[in-house]
């Protein structure tokens, strides 16, 4: 188990994820944790971007092989293609063929990849965040084939969308690069969605304040985005550190971050990734 989030800007697409890897014990009803240091944060330098995951981490607890791994296998293989489109379809499939090997009931097979990476229409580089899942609910709890698609123009509220459904995917992309240029953002996590919610509406409404008393940094600088990407799952953390139950925690570890720069290509991470 874990929480990953990944915040999208005009200037950067920050992503962020804790280190916690458990198994849940049907036996004793807790979770086990077998790893908290592993990133789950792999970057994709090709298209600019990176994969973070969250759900299946490998085969079973004894497994050698890891989705990390697996991920981290398959961006290697970025430089072959053209756009990041065709890229999170192969991943899609690819991936789809490797659960599938490990013959183990579905209901253990639940995953979440966030693809993201930059794209080019008509020379201007605009972000996108594919969803490769194979949960069919916003709760994560039934599991359908594996799927792909894109998220930044579907999840845009509708004022931004001129009300037209017979736009191309390049007029698409145009107006998801209007909406950033107004200093929106795209805010996405899995994980706990219910504790991560709660816990980023405070920390955004806390920003607002400052921004309203002037106190807030220029808005270009990048380390902000990096904050809003890993301050919620640190305050998750140690929310389930001071109240959870013994056995019950299920996000912590190290805290990873990444950032991609637009205007640079520039990746930096104050952990290592």
């Known amino acids: 188990m874990t929480v990953i989030s990944s915040v999208i800007s005009t200037y950067c ?6 280190s916690f890897l458990t198994v849940y014990d049907s036996s004793t009803k807790s979770n086990e944790i077998i790893e908290n240091r592993k990133p789950k944060i792999i970057r994709v330098e090709k298209f600019l971007g990176a994969f973070s995951y969250w759900g299946l981490a490998a085969k079973s607890k004894y497994s050698k092989s890891t989705t990390y791994d697996w991920l981290s296998k398959i961006s290697n293989e970025a430089h072959t293609f053209n756009n990041l489109e065709n890229f999170a379809t192969y991943v899609r499939d690819e991936l789809d063929q490797e659960i599938k090997s490990f013959n183990i009931e579905k209901k253990y097979t639940g995953i ?3 693809l993201t990476g930059y794209e080019d229409y008509d020379g201007f580089k605009i972000p996108e965040l594919f969803l490769i899942s194979n949960f069919t609910n916003s709760t994560s709890s039934k599991i359908g084939n594996l799927g792909v698609s894109r998220q930044l123009y579907p999840t845009m509220p509708d004022e931004y969308k001129k009300n037209n459904t017979n736009l191309t995917q390049s007029e698409k992309q145009h107006l ?6 107004k200093g929106k ?30 106190l807030i940094k220029d808005s270009n600088d990048v380390e902000i985005y990096r904050n809003i990407a890993c301050r919620p799952i640190e305050m998750v953390a140690k929310a389930q550190r001071d109240f959870y139950k013994k056995g019950k925690i299920i996000v912590g570890g190290r805290v990873y971050d990444l950032v991609i720069e637009k205007s640079t290509g520039a990746f930096t991470s104050t952990s290592g990734v």
């Open 176 to 181: 998801v690069r209007d909406f950033l240029a």
């Open 13 to 18: 697409i920050a992503v962020s994820s804790d």
């Open 185 to 214: 953002l795209f805010i996405f996590n899995n994980g706990d969605p219910d504790m991560f919610n709660p816990i980023f509406n405070g920390y955004r409404d806390a920003m607002t304040l400052a921004k309203k008393r002037k």
């Open 112 to 114: 979440v990849i966030h």
